[in-house]
Antibody
């Protein structure tokens, strides 16, 4: 059974960086065939795709994000990560990691989500 | 970005009712639409992809249809566990985008 688990801080101060990690079990990131994805859900329930990282480190991000984004992969630990730089209150959301299909951008496995609040 | 507009934003229904949720894209998306169910406090769950392809383990009371820019999710006979929020998502063009959601409540 494929499982994903997010980890990271629940509270971040404005203008600080946010770093989240997703640990994958039951599947190997290095096997290819999937895009390892970050999606967030705002308090008003809207869902926003942020981007993905492939097993070889290739990335693709949402154009013109509110805060600069970077993603990375650690195949030795079967993890991938999201960094948001210079966050604002608009980045307050539940952050999900998810597995995306290469042939389509649909998401068949999701983590449970981690709630991140940006506040001083 | 392609805008996905769902309607209604919420509805009230009873167990056993037939429920239809609509999603309209801002342009044609050639059946490149997926539907998700989200129960409170949980992550979204993929129900259907490619407009009408049921994911493994999803009950057959869920079905999808549509073409061009207009797509529907139908629940043929609403069950207690179906009270949730439903989202459509297009994967026709980059970046993938989601509808605003339809909350299905108990009447």
């Amino acid at each position: 059974q494929v499982q994903l688990q997010e980890s990271g801080p629940g509270l971040v101060k404005p203008s600080q960086p946010l770093s989240l990690t997703c640990t994958v079990s039951g599947a190997s990131i290095s096997s290819g065939g999937h895009y390892w994805t970050w999606i967030r859900q705002f308090p008003g329930k809207g869902l926003e795709w942020l981007g993905y990282v492939y097993y070889n480190g290739n990335t693709r991000y949402k154009p013109s994000p509110q805060s600069p984004i970077s993603m990375s992969v650690d195949t030795s630990n079967n993890q991938f990560s999201l960094q948001l730089h210079d966050v604002t209150a608009a980045d307050t959301a539940v952050y999900y990691c998810a597995r995306g299909m290469v042939w389509s951008q649909t998401f068949d496995y999701w983590g449970q989500g981690i709630r991140v609040t940006v506040s001083s | 970005d392609i805008r996905m507009t769902q309607s209604p934003s919420s509805l009230s229904a009873s167990v056993g009712d037939r429920v239809t949720i609509t999603c309209r894209a801002s342009q044609g998306i050639s059946n490149s639409v997926a539907w998700y169910q989200q129960r409170p406090g949980r992550a979204p769950k993929l129900l259907l992809s490619a407009a009408s392809r049921l994911e493994s383990g999803v009950p057959s009371r869920f079905s999808g249809s549509g073409s061009g820019a207009d797509y529907t999710l139908t629940i043929s006979s609403l069950q207690p566990e179906d009270f949730a929020t439903y989202y459509c998502q297009q994967f026709y063009t980059f970046p993938p985008t989601f509808g605003g959601g339809t909350e299905v409540e108990i009447k």
